[in-house]
């Protein structure tokens, strides 16, 4: 069942979905994708065309969730199902088997920002587990081995300035797309204009026609 709604980012949490930092693993992806299942779960506010933070759903026979900001905009994967009850009432699941809840999703985050996660020692990050239900660790395996389809479009004019002042501007366009997360995987494709959130949404939306790369 298609479902697609638009919500305002409340500035409190413009850092939260928009950190500072360069997203470079999949712990900070999973922690922004639960997040948003918070927000998605308690925040009402439709978003209009004047805001400048907004998170979009898409689900149909794609499933995404697109952050849009200022000069920038980003997508991950959205692994849940999404029903909406009434006008106020929505609920998350995952495999109609778990409830991604307020408590859930506190839980989740819990284990993943534990440092037991990163141990050597595989017994350390299994003793923490054994405090929650065999459906929350089970949750937690199938998104720690989630392909979470990043992509991000820049419009940065500082990174494109650098790039044509020392000479390969080539390398770092003022519009691009920037594909997978980590430097061993990630790379840019240039783009000739600024995209909307509406144009990086069709490039992805599986029922809409392909774009096309025209090599130089």
Not at 178 to 188: E, W
Request: aromatic content about 12%; proline content about 2%; some cysteine.
């Amino acid at each position: 069942m298609k479902t697609s709604f638009q919500l305002e980012i409340n500035t409190s949490l413009i850092k939260t979905f928009f950190p500072e930092e360069l997203i470079k693993d999949k712990y900070k992806i999973l922690e922004i994708l639960l997040e948003a299942c918070r927000y998605i779960l308690y925040n009402k506010k439709v978003a209009t065309a004047r805001s400048k933070f907004k998170m979009i759903l898409q689900k149909d026979k794609m499933s995404r969730l697109f952050f849009v900001g200022e000069n920038k905009i980003y997508s991950i994967v959205f692994p849940f199902n999404v029903s909406q009850i009434t006008s106020d009432v929505i609920l998350i699941n995952y495999k109609n088997r778990f409830d991604i809840d307020s408590q859930s999703i506190s839980s989740l985050l819990s284990l993943l920002k534990s440092p037991t996660i990163s141990s050597d020692d595989c017994l350390e990050f299994i003793d923490p587990i054994t405090n929650y239900d065999q459906n929350l660790w089970a949750t937690l395996r199938d998104l720690l081995t989630l392909e979470v389809g990043y992509v991000r479009y820049d419009k940065d004019a500082e990174g494109y300035k650098k790039a044509k002042e020392e000479g390969h501007e080539h390398r770092h366009p003022l519009n691009h797309l920037d594909v997978f997360y980590t430097n061993q995987a990630t790379f840019k494709l240039g783009l000739k204009q600024e995209q909307k959130d509406k144009d990086v949404i069709d490039l992805m939306d599986r029922n809409t026609d392909c774009k096309y790369l025209n090599s130089r």
